[in-house]
Each structure stands twice: as C-alpha cells, then as structure tokens.
C-alpha cells in the first residue's frame, strides 16, 4: 500500500490508491476475492475538526495525521474476523470464502473517555461471490466521537479556589475531569441508546462552596460541545432569595454550552443556571463589576399598531389573509433585550388550544424558541425564529398573527385565549408580556 500521511496544509488531497489489476486472475475452487489495491481512506473532514472554535482555541494544531497505522478489519457476517490488518501493511487482495461481509476502518480502539484522541471510522458492507472479484474504492473516515472543551471567563477565573474541578460524564462510565488550567479536548465514546452527558462543577468560589450540576441530552458523533463557565453581576438585590452568589462582590456563576458539529455551524446556547441571590447578600462599595443600572438592561416589548391600545383582542380581525386565517391585522411584536436572550418560552393558556388539540400540529402549550426540541419544524412552519436566530440577539420579531386564527376554529367566541411570553436575558433578567384574544369585542 502506499504511504498515506496527512497534514492539516493539505488535507483536501484524497489518497490516491494503485491502479486496479489489469491482469486479474480469477481464483480457483469456490473462494472469491476482495481487490484493496485501489483502497483509500479520506479523512479531509479532519481539518474542520481539529481547528473547531479557533476563534478561541489557539490549540489548533498543524502537526500531521498519519493513517498508515489506522486498522482495516473485515469481519463475515457472523462478526468473526476474516482478516486485519494496519492501512500500511493491508494486502492488495485477499481470498475470501463467498457470503456478506463487512470491512472497517478506524483510527484505533475507542475508549470510553480520553484526552486529545478524536477517534475515526469508516465501514462498508461487500459480498464475496464465489470466483469474481469485488473492488473497494474510497472510504470516508468521519469523526466518530464526541469532543468537549471547557472554558472559564478571565472574570470568574480571579475568584476561583484551587479545588475547582468540572467532572464530565458520559455513556458507560466514560468520566473525565477538568481543571480551570485543563487546554485539552476531551473525547467520549459514543454509545447507540446513550445520548446524555453530565456536567458537574464543584469547588470554592471567592469562599463558598459551590456544587452544581447539567446534564445534555442529544449527545452525537461529531460534536463539540464548548462549555463555558462565567462569572456575572447579581441583577436582584433582594436579600432573603437564596441561590448561587457570593454576598460580597455579587458574582453569579453561570455556564453557556454551545454545541458544534464538525463542520463549525452552531446548532444550540442555552443557559444552564439562572442567577440568583445567595441569603445574607450586603452591598459592597468595591464590587469590582456593579449591576447596570436600570434603564440600560431592561427587556421592551415594542407592540405594533394594531396591537394597540387594547388589553383584550378579537381574534376575529387577525390574520394574514390566506383562506386560512382571513383577517387583516398583525398579532407582532419586536423584542428589545439589550442584555442577549437567554430564553424565550411561550405559554398558551386556553380551554380550546390544549395540549392535545396543539399535537396535532406539532405543538404545545410551552415551548422555548431558544431551544425548540421537537417543536422546531412546527414552530418554523408557524414563521418562529428559532435556536440561533433568538439566542444571543438584542432584537427579535415575535409574531403569532399565524397562530391566533385558530382560535376561531373553537366555536365558542366566549372562550378567551392568552399567550404568554416570557423572555430571559443571559444575567438571568425576566420580563413576560401576555395577549389575550376573545372572540367578541
């Protein structure tokens, strides 16, 4: 086989293999043959994962991949193994007996969890028939792990003790553990039915004992999850409230986990811990970061026009003019949050749009525009901004002109309909506007 060494210059080069035997023989007796002369194995999807996040992660690394030792196995169709083999050292053919087969690739054997070990694999699925020759061409060995970086804030690193410690969990036992000065990727094997990982960060914060823990769910091949631990500023003053904060410089410790796959897209932030106040909190006058002052952080609900001036609507004269939904005004409003969306819930509380009615459209009574779930094609289908298109933004349209109509399908013009928004900046600020719609003036 030929020498195949990557480097992250020049990984868009797919190997190229020997060219196929012209003067193929056929073997004798029942046996068949595999032809792995030409077998290359692309890994050009490397470069992306490698260099995910570079924005932040100076640990890009330009070193070279070498598949020469990655494993090519074939296995018969009872999982027996039928040969292996490294990449460098495979044969350009090998006699098989007739029957299904299959041959992997993979950069070696995974473990549960490890440090800076991206693990990759490829498969393909052949049948050997008695006297002919079957041929493999290229196989893409994708990332086949899951990667997670932690990371802490400059801010939140001046108060941290040194028995701080981020325990990562995922599958069978697969654990690692981070440190505030940890730099490596973490790698955790990826288990079919086993789609959640536990976060738990532990230690003392400026004094206090803090002890808190996440679990993600949709864990997949080919993800990074960065998770990011900040320190922010209390935005509630109340002192008999508890929760995480430390009384003397009001520092709430918060986590954002932003999730990429291997082709750097972000798919979803979400908020893990709300801020909150600690009992026993007292002023400190050299807070090194004071809350911003009201007026600069609070969230507006800007309604259009035809939401104005009443309290109570008529279902009846909204819409967007399609058959459907026949009216003529806009149930919209613009969402002004100058501290970054968090969250964004709705909540429908009404005797006619129940759970039940709303399955049927593949929605519910609440639902997070941040981080829709299922609800995501449904709420896209309604014309919601969602996952990125909310999180982090200043500014967002919220518009359920769509959506009010069916109200009228109830048949009762009594019933009245409310639509609860509650919107969650990232310091852990709420503000909820609610509409109510009726079927009469």
Same mark, same amino acid.
């Given at each position: 086989?030929?020498?195949?060494?990557?480097?992250?210059?020049?990984?868009?080069?797919?190997?190229?293999?020997?060219?196929?035997?012209?003067?193929?023989?056929?073997?004798?007796?029942? $046996?068949?043959?595999?032809?792995?002369?030409?077998?290359?194995?692309?890994?050009?999807?490397?470069?992306?994962?490698?260099?995910?996040?570079?924005?932040?992660?100076?640990?890009?690394?330009?070193?070279?991949?070498?598949?020469?030792?990655?494993?090519?196995?074939?296995?018969?169709?009872?999982?027996?193994?039928?040969?292996?083999?490294?990449?460098?050292?495979?044969?350009?053919?090998?006699?098989?007996?007739?029957?299904?087969?299959?041959?992997?690739?993979?950069?070696?054997?995974?473990?549960?969890?490890?440090?800076?070990?991206?693990?990759?694999?490829?498969?393909?699925?052949?049948?050997?028939?008695?006297?002919?020759?079957?041929?493999?061409?290229?196989?893409?060995?994708?990332?086949?792990?899951?990667?997670?970086?932690?990371?802490?804030?400059?801010?939140?690193?001046?108060?941290?003790?040194?028995?701080?410690?981020?325990?990562?969990?995922?599958?069978?036992?697969?654990?690692?553990?981070?440190?505030?000065?940890?730099?490596?990727?973490?790698?955790?094997?990826?288990?079919?039915?086993?789609?959640?990982?536990?976060?738990?960060?532990?230690?003392?914060?400026?004094?206090?004992?803090?002890?808190?823990?996440?679990?993600?769910?949709?864990?997949?091949?080919?993800?990074?999850?960065?998770?990011?631990?900040?320190?922010?500023?209390?935005?509630?003053?109340?002192?008999?409230?508890?929760?995480?904060?430390?009384?003397?410089?009001?520092?709430?410790?918060?986590?954002?986990?932003? &999730?990429?796959?291997? &082709?750097?897209?972000?798919?979803?932030?979400?908020?893990?811990?709300?801020?909150?106040?600690?009992?026993?909190?007292?002023?400190?006058?050299?807070?090194?970061?004071?809350?911003?002052?009201?007026? $600069?952080?609070?969230?507006?609900?800007?309604?259009?026009?035809?939401?104005?001036?009443?309290?109570?609507?008529?279902?009846?004269?909204?819409?967007?003019?399609?058959?459907?939904?026949?009216?003529?005004?806009?149930?919209?409003?613009?969402?002004?949050?100058?501290?970054?969306?968090?969250?964004?819930?709705?909540?429908?509380?009404?005797?006619?749009?129940?759970?039940?009615?709303?399955?049927?459209?593949?929605?519910?009574?609440?639902?997070?525009?941040?981080?829709?779930?299922?609800?995501?094609?449904?709420?896209?289908?309604?014309?919601?901004?969602?996952?990125?298109?909310?999180?982090?933004?200043?500014?967002?349209?919220?518009?359920?002109?769509?959506?009010?109509?069916?109200?009228?399908?109830?048949?009762?013009?009594?019933?009245?309909?409310?639509?609860?928004?509650?919107?969650?900046?990232?310091?852990?600020?709420?503000?909820?506007?609610?509409?109510?719609?009726?079927?009469?003036?």
């Amino acid at each position: 086989m030929n020498t195949k060494i990557f480097s992250t210059l020049a990984l868009g080069a797919a190997l190229t293999g020997l060219c196929a035997c012209d003067n193929w023989v056929a073997p004798t007796g029942t $046996d068949g043959e595999l032809d792995m002369k030409a077998l290359s194995v692309d890994v050009s999807e490397i470069e992306k994962v490698i260099t995910i996040n570079a924005g932040t992660d100076v640990r890009s690394r330009a070193a070279e991949y070498n598949v020469n030792d990655f494993t090519v196995k074939i296995s018969d169709g009872g999982g027996a193994v039928a040969g292996q083999w490294t990449y460098e050292t495979t044969p350009e053919v090998a006699t098989l007996k007739p029957g299904a087969y299959k041959l992997e690739v993979y950069s070696h054997e995974v473990q549960p969890a490890e440090w800076e070990k991206p693990y990759f694999y490829a498969s393909k699925d052949f049948t050997i028939i008695s006297g002919a020759i079957e041929r493999i061409g290229t196989l893409t060995a994708k990332l086949a792990n899951s990667a997670v970086s932690i990371r802490f804030d400059e801010k939140l690193m001046r108060y941290l003790g040194e028995d701080v410690t981020v325990e990562v969990k995922a599958n069978d036992g697969g654990t690692l553990v981070y440190t505030p000065t940890e730099t490596r990727k973490g790698y955790f094997r990826i288990i079919d039915g086993s789609t959640t990982m536990v976060v738990t960060f532990s230690g003392t914060v400026n004094g206090y004992s803090e002890n808190f823990t996440k679990t993600l769910t949709d864990l997949e091949a080919g993800q990074h999850r960065i998770i990011t631990f900040k320190a922010g500023t209390n935005p509630n003053q109340t002192p008999d409230e508890t929760g995480t904060i430390d009384p003397s410089t009001g520092i709430v410790i918060d986590a954002s986990v932003t &999730d990429e796959d291997v &082709d750097g897209s972000i798919t979803f932030e979400e908020e893990i811990l709300d801020a909150g106040d600690r009992e026993g909190k007292e002023d400190n006058p050299e807070e090194p970061n004071p809350p911003t002052p009201p007026g $600069d952080t609070d969230i507006e609900f800007v309604l259009c026009d035809d939401l104005l001036p009443e309290d109570v609507y008529n279902y009846n004269e909204f819409g967007d003019g399609s058959e459907l939904a026949p009216g003529t005004k806009q149930a919209k409003m613009t969402i002004n949050c100058p501290g970054k969306i968090a969250g964004l819930t709705v909540d429908i509380k009404s005797p006619y749009l129940t759970d039940e009615f709303l399955g049927g459209v593949g929605l519910s009574t609440h639902f997070d525009l941040t981080d829709p779930k299922e609800f995501e094609s449904a709420l896209k289908g309604f014309g919601f901004p969602v996952k990125n298109e909310v999180a982090g933004k200043t500014t967002v349209d919220f518009n359920i002109t769509t959506l009010v109509p069916l109200l009228s399908l109830s048949g009762d013009d009594t019933l009245e309909h409310t639509f609860v928004i509650t919107v969650t900046d990232e310091s852990g600020t709420k503000s909820e506007k609610s509409l109510t719609f009726t079927g009469h003036d």
